[in-house]
């Protein structure tokens, strides 16, 4: 292994990402939504291409506005589905993500030619790449602090998650115990729906130029579902769906270098390997946590005491 700070910078990225990732898919899981996320994370594709057509340029505004307004329409898609339709909510999910999913690649075929937004790169992501695009955050005549582009973006989007379940964490833990209680109180759960999955959406592209859209889904869900193994306390949930993305960013990364180094094995990517470790650790938690196989306990997740 020849470690540089070119491998603190992937670290980095991705560990802001798994942290910006497991904050809203804590509250999908809650809501036993969590494919909702693999759904908006597929739907954002069109959002992204029209968003670029529309307005001729990348810049992360209109891409941001862009996959925003993609997933709230995947949401609302598939309640009008669901409702209307009578179909089940998951077969929902998979006619409307899987048709705006061809819509949105058929939309990037189309750009391809005129700008750099390649099918593979949203996909899978490009996290070794990152470092090679730095900004200068603080700068002396001695000293100088520089960091990727994607921290910055997805740093920022992190904190717009913190910022958003801060101001409406009781409303957003109210609608997703007891979305009929919720009503009688006055937080109107669907509109904490609908800015859940703005969430979502927002994250998801954020974290398209680091990891693609296939890892996120394994961020937004392995690391609630792995801390739901451990823990039926909602604080615990999140502190403990936070350091199981920590570790899995940070292992993963190492993992992806030593690896292949000790087995003879390919090279591998970054992102890829920070999904398969997020997934080791579910097994750990799954056979030896409280909920585990080999240690069954009996337990059900429960609103907290000062919201019921």
């Known amino acids: 292994m020849n470690w540089t700070v070119n491998d603190l910078h992937i670290i980095l990225v991705g560990t802001l990402c798994a942290v910006a990732c497991a904050l809203p898919g804590t509250f999908l899981l809650l809501r036993r939504m969590s494919m909702m996320g693999d759904?908006?994370?597929?739907?954002?594709?069109?959002?992204?291409?029209?968003a670029f057509l529309i307005s001729g340029t990348r810049t992360s505004f209109w891409m941001f506005f862009g996959a925003a307004v993609a997933g709230v329409l995947t949401a609302l898609?598939?309640?009008?589905?669901?409702?209307?339709?009578?179909?089940?909510?998951?077969a929902a999910m998979g006619i409307v993500f899987t048709t705006l999913f061809a819509v949105g690649l058929i939309l990037i075929k189309q750009t391809a030619d005129h700008v750099d937004l390649d099918a593979g790169c949203v996909l899978y992501g490009a996290l070794e790449y990152t470092p090679l695009n730095l900004v200068t955050l603080f700068e002396n005549d001695t000293f100088i602090v520089q960091v990727p582009k994607a921290a910055v973006v997805i740093g920022a989007t992190l904190l717009f998650n913190i910022l958003i379940l801060g101001l409406f964490f009781?409303?957003?833990?109210?609608?997703?115990?007891?979305?009929?209680?919720a009503q009688t109180q006055g937080f109107r759960p669907m509109l904490?729906?609908?800015?859940?999955?703005?969430?979502?959406?927002?994250?998801t592209v954020a974290a398209f130029e680091a990891v693609g859209s296939i890892i996120?889904?394994?961020?937004?869900?392995?690391?609630?579902?792995?801390?739901?193994?451990?823990?039926?306390?909602?604080?615990?949930?999140?502190?403990?769906?936070?350091?199981?993305?920590?570790l899995s960013a940070v292992l993963g990364h190492l993992?992806?270098?030593?690896?292949?180094?000790?087995?003879?094995?390919?090279?591998?990517?970054?992102?890829?390997?920070?999904?398969?470790?997020?997934?080791?650790?579910?097994?750990?938690?799954?056979?030896?946590?409280?909920?585990?196989?080999l240690k069954k306990k009996s337990g059900k997740l429960e609103m907290p005491e000062e919201l019921s």
């Open 170 to 181: 009781k409303e957003f833990t109210m609608a997703s115990f007891d979305p009929s209680l």
């Open 39 to 50: 759904a908006i994370s597929h739907a954002v594709l069109p959002g992204l291409a029209l």
């Open 77 to 90: 898609f598939t309640q009008w589905i669901t409702r209307f339709g009578k179909v089940e909510r998951g």
């Open 216 to 246: 996120v889904i394994a961020m937004l869900i392995v690391p609630p579902a792995t801390a739901y193994l451990l823990t039926r306390r909602l604080s615990l949930l999140i502190a403990f769906s936070i350091v199981v993305a920590v």
């Open 192 to 203: 904490m729906h609908y800015l859940l999955m703005t969430m979502v959406a927002v994250t």
């Open 255 to 293: 993992s992806s270098q030593a690896l292949p180094y000790f087995l003879g094995l390919p090279e591998t990517t970054s992102s890829g390997m920070m999904a398969t470790t997020a997934g080791c650790l579910f097994l750990l938690a799954w056979l030896f946590g409280p909920e585990g196989l």
